[in-house]
């Protein structure tokens, strides 16, 4: 679907360079590694020399988390701001360790960090999704990410345990980085993109939206599992976070030789994930399989932190304000019922590593029937000629040109034709390679099985397309019996793997 405002949006996404997206990925290396240093209730045993209270640092939790996803609802022209102003009182919480305060000072100052760091936890996701182009976010999901994993292995790790001294020095470099990064993003309303408005012409792909909101519910509750099952063996946080660094990294290099999009290989992550709470599960009887298993589950890591990626995908969309706050606030959710989960486990963690394995297994089956409207949407060029009119009636925006440079550079002044304008054509064109499997369907069907690929009901069809609902049911029917298949789902595998091909071609 082509529209102004999506191409609009499409041009101010940033494609950054590599150190740049190291600094951000700081932002994960000082989460996981910061708070789950602190206290037994974050699964791992505290380490700080302070009289820390967990109960304190619950409720800073659950403030910063409730906060973030307000500010990012009222205020989202300011989170770029937000996210300076918390890291520097962070930095400065941070030097304030360095010298001989009271125990009571020092304790607030490492409150002050729990919260700003909870504050900023839907900040990631926003940025992400609202200003990265495809490539920036996928190169910091996979390589930039593994930087901050091998991090967050090391201040976890029990081999060689790291010292209270050594983890301020490193939370330091961490938060300089940090803010450097965010001192390099633009500001203001001109950067922010346009949100969807009524009277817009666009409407959200109902069957998107709850896929990822669906996704992200048991995804989160899977990440939650996976670093609290792995914790009962020793070291195996360490095991587990390495594993996830690597195939981090195997996934960037299969994405940038091989052309492979992370989102063909999460399902496969995942079902290492389901392997690995099998090995836990059967690790109390053989504890030999202890290892092994961590790292299986460390895997699995992986495609939960692409819940950026998501939100990147839905935004190109519906640029709706609600994106990333809904995402944060799904994982609140799975923050409670995850410690619901626990407690109702707590004593028989046997069966909690069962109940891991179906959350995984749950999954999965919600992310295969996510990944076809995922991967045509991800794939999808925004910026069309302007000869071609978004299915609203409205003309779409001249094409954004090639990618941006490896560096932050200002925005284009003048579009540029791009090679994939052509593509775009071809969509709609009668003249169809041989094979297509496309071949037999007319440009209303066509055009019709497009929204169905981008994850659009039956009814936001004929919205779309401004026919009725009995008309879009009768186009639904007859594209099934030609493409010889019997559901949505399949319907918009054959588009998103047609796509593909096509892509290969040019």
């Not at 794939?379 to 925006?397: F, L, Y």
Request: glycine fraction near 6%; aromatic fraction near 12%; charge should be neutral.
């Amino acid at each position: 679907m082509y529209h102004s405002i999506l191409s609009e949006n499409q041009r101010k996404r940033l494609d950054l360079p590599l150190w740049m997206l190291i600094c951000f990925s700081m932002f994960n290396a000082w989460q996981m590694g910061f708070i789950y240093f602190m206290g037994p209730s974050l699964v791992l045993d505290g380490r700080t020399p302070l009289p820390i209270s967990m109960d304190n640092v619950t409720m800073l939790i659950a403030a910063g988390y409730v906060l973030s996803i307000l500010f990012m609802i009222a205020l989202p022209h300011l989170v770029v701001w937000a996210a300076r102003i918390s890291t520097a009182v962070s930095l400065l919480s941070v030097v304030g360790l360095f010298f001989p305060l009271s125990a009571q000072t020092l304790t607030l100052l490492l409150y002050i960090q729990t919260f700003c760091c909870c504050f900023m936890i839907g900040f990631e996701t926003f940025i992400i999704s609202h200003l990265f182009t495809e490539r920036s976010t996928v190169s910091h999901l996979t390589l930039a990410y593994s930087v901050a994993l091998v991090l967050i292995a090391v201040v976890q790790n029990d081999l060689f345990p790291v010292s209270f001294p050594m983890f301020r020095l490193l939370t330091l470099i961490m938060l300089v980085m940090l803010l450097v990064f965010f001192f390099r993003l633009p500001t203001g309303r001109e950067s922010c993109p346009r949100y969807v408005k009524k009277g817009d012409g666009l409407r959200a792909p109902r069957l998107l939206v709850v896929g990822i909101f669906a996704y992200s519910f048991v995804a989160d509750i899977m990440m939650l599992g996976g670093p609290a099952a792995v914790a009962e063996v020793p070291n195996g946080v360490f095991f587990a976070y390495l594993a996830d660094a690597v195939g981090a990294i195997i996934l960037f290099i299969l994405f940038r030789r091989s052309k492979v999009y992370p989102l063909h290989a999460a399902s496969v992550f995942m079902a290492f994930s389901v392997a690995g709470f099998l090995l836990l599960f059967l690790s109390s009887y053989l504890p030999a399989l202890a290892y092994p298993a961590c790292v299986l589950v460390g895997f699995g890591f992986l495609p939960c932190q692409f819940m950026p990626l998501y939100g990147m995908t839905l935004m190109k969309s519906y640029p709706s304000r609600y994106i990333a706050p809904g995402i944060i606030g799904m994982a609140l959710l799975t923050v409670l019922v995850h410690s619901a989960l626990v407690e109702a486990f707590r004593s028989a963690p046997e069966l909690l590593h069962i109940a891991y394995l179906v959350v995984t297994v749950v999954c999965i089956v919600v992310y295969l029937q996510l990944a076809p409207y995922l991967d045509h949407v991800f794939r999808r060029k925004i910026d069309a000629p302007a000869s071609v009119q978004a299915p609203s009636g409205e003309p779409a925006a001249a094409p954004a040109g090639a990618e941006e440079a490896e560096t932050l550079p200002a925005r284009k002044e003048e579009a540029v034709p791009a090679q994939e304008d052509a593509e775009l054509l071809e969509a709609s064109s009668e003249t169809e390679a041989p094979g297509d499997p496309l071949a037999g369907l007319t440009p209303r069907e066509r055009e019709v099985l497009e929204l169905i690929g981008g994850g659009y009901s039956n009814r936001d069809i004929a919205d779309i397309l401004v026919i009725s609902e009995h008309t879009v049911n009768d186009y639904t029917k007859k594209i099934y019996r030609k493409l010889n298949v019997h559901s949505r789902h399949a319907a918009a595998q054959i588009i998103h793997q047609n796509r593909a091909v096509r892509q290969q071609m040019h």
